[in-house]
T-cell receptor, first 112, second 112 residues
């Protein structure tokens, strides 16, 4: 089945640790995105990638890093520089940046 | 002021009622999306529209470009419609990849 997978579903981070969230798609989409969702707020764009080996900062990129070495994979690293990382993280992909985005199931990150 | 405003924030209805969720935006757009987020967090794209009206089953989405307003209607509502409904607009930003700006969502609860 085609789709987007994110792992893990829940992730716990200790203070000062970096953690990496996985996002994989087998839809052959060029564009991929990472969003953060906080209670009572709309989704906010962290990073996006229009094509493999390219990515751009979104509205809230500080404290995060990404890579796009393969078309199907767009991992997000939450670094220790991100002071308030507890949130729900959603990955999405689309054929290109002007088409409908398809979302993964999300990863909930909690800081211990 | 947020670029995308949804109303109401919360809505409780009895099964069978006709439901309307509103979305107003303040930027020029190329398309507007309606998304559905279930309690587990996964997001499903319901509609993408740039003019007029679209219908899928019991769901109807309309948009008025001149008034910068869209509505999502649910006919014969059912408890399984209970979810957060999110409006998102693709703004017409020149010289860059188009990005989505999200409303904060409307929590719909349909009681049996």
């Amino acid at each position: 089945d085609g789709g987007i997978t994110q792992s893990p579903k829940y992730l716990f981070r200790k203070e000062g640790q970096n953690v990496t969230l996985s996002c994989e798609q087998n839809l052959n989409h060029d564009a991929m995105y990472w969003y953060r969702q906080d209670p009572g707020q709309g989704l906010r764009l962290i990073y996006y990638s229009q094509i493999v080996n390219d990515f751009q900062k979104g509205d809230i990129a500080e404290g995060y890093s990404v890579s796009r070495e393969k078309k199907e994979s767009f991992p997000l690293t939450v670094t220790s520089a991100q002071k308030n990382p507890t949130a729900f993280y959603l990955c999405a992909s689309s054929i290109n940046t002007q088409e409908t985005q398809y979302f993964g199931p999300g990863t909930r990150l909690l800081v211990l | 002021k947020n670029e995308v405003e949804q109303s109401p924030q919360n809505l409780t209805a009895q099964e069978g009622e006709f439901i309307t969720i509103n979305c107003s935006y303040s930027v020029g757009i190329s398309a507007l999306h309606w998304l559905q987020q279930h309690p587990g967090g996964g997001i499903v794209s319901l509609f993408m529209l740039s003019s007029g009206k679209k219908k899928h089953g019991r769901l109807i989405a309309t948009i008025n470009i001149q008034e910068k307003h869209s509505s999502l209607h649910i006919t014969a509502s059912h408890p399984r419609d209970s979810a957060v409904y999110i409006c998102a607009v693709m703004s017409t930003t020149s010289g860059s990849a188009r990005q989505l700006t999200f409303g904060s969502g409307t929590q719909l609860t349909v009681l049996p």
